[in-house]
């Protein structure tokens, strides 16, 4: 069962690996599209009344249908390379028109979620339950596995999950939106911020990252506002624990934090992990206190990113970009103090053995 | 011993190098040749040769993700981890890889 669990993970985070560019194209696209208009003083380019205007406007509207083409092709991508990680080539038709028929319901993420997983299990399962003489074994892959495989996954997805998943969808976003006001938008900002903080890529972080991006692809964007503020704040504070109190660290770590440093600004999280190894007991807490912190003051002043990057690169397209630029700080000044303060050993021979 | 590791995680850029680098450094301690192919998000990089796999005495799968290719490994001893185990004790992983000859 563990091992089970184990590689439904795999399958799972295999679609996300190859879902993850398509969000990220698409994104920008309709960020710069955002951006652009707002130059104009449009707020909502994407209302079908700025197919016609003046200047750029309707190039902006048109640049903005362009980027949701990619960002709709977020759900068959995910649940196509689910299915293509259970039961390889075979399954991936079967998964894509799931992810696409999860869209066209309504389902969102879960019901592409279902779909991924339903599709490679039915197609691993008709892979290796039917036995054909040697003579007639290309009918499997060529005409079976990829009809009955697509046509079974839809049936399910249209009569059995559709209607259940459509309405818990629905619940999920309609909670999530009521959370997205006032106090409760601080509380859920400190718990993705805080959960990024927690293991910088393990189960926990990927949970709250997941998360966000479900949520994306419902036009919700708190949780990834607070995501993505958090992902750099551990690698960006340490860089700079061991430029201010460079005298705390060994060289080697003074070297590790410049490239935490940079690594952070491009938004890779995993530079403070060998930070947070060689004294897990203070330093997670630091992290979780950074990130949570850094979230919540870069959502409760206003700052929503619609786009799953946390780089440097992303910031200029991000609603009210310098209080998030303020969260960020914030948090990584926590990590920093934190770091200096009260982090052990980080001029021990011992952490030289982790870098 | 002739070890050899193929890493990979979601996003292909962080986790799939420190994990690969954990590999060879730990090997090199212990006094094996390790050679590790990476599954990132430039797609294969330091690719394992058919002649490297099958000389092979075991092959660590470092991988939060599908092995792409996997049928090249058919039939070999091989140890699966989660990508982060390397880098917290790579020493470790390539000992109980070694406890599967």
Known sequence: MKEFLQDLKRHILTGISYMIPFTIAGAVIMGIARVGAMAYGVTDIWDSAHSAGAGLIPFFHTLDGLGGLALNLMLPIFAGYIAFSIADRPALVAGFVGGELANKLGTGFLGALAAGIISGYIVYFLANSIKLPESASSVLPVFILPVFGTLFTVLIMQYIIGTPFTALNNALVEWVTGMSEGSSALVLALVIGGMVGFDLGGPVNKAAVVTAMALISENLFIANTAAQVAIIIPTLGYGIATIVGKKRFSDEFVEAGKASFIMGLVGISEGAIPFTLVDPIRMIPVNVVGCAVGAAIAVSMGAVNTIPISGIYGWLLVDKWPVYVLGIFVGALIVASGAILLGRGFDSNEADEIL | ?101
Not at chain 2, 7 to 35: D, I, Q, R
Not at chain 2, 71 to 80: D, S
């Open chain 2, 1 to 101: 011993m002739k070890i050899l590791g193929v890493t990979s995680c979601p996003t292909g850029v962080a986790h799939t190098n420190m994990a690969a680098k954990a590999l060879v450094k730990a090997g090199e301690k212990l006094g094996h040749t390790v050679k590790v192919e990476k599954q990132g998000a430039l797609g294969i990089q330091n690719r394992l040769t058919k002649e490297e796999i099958a000389e092979a005495d075991v092959i660590i799968f470092a991988v939060e993700q599908k092995v792409r290719e996997e049928n090249r490994f058919k039939g070999k001893v091989i140890y699966k981890v989660s990508v982060s185990a390397p880098i917290k004790n790579g020493v470790k992983v390539i000992e109980d890889a070694l406890k599967l000859i």
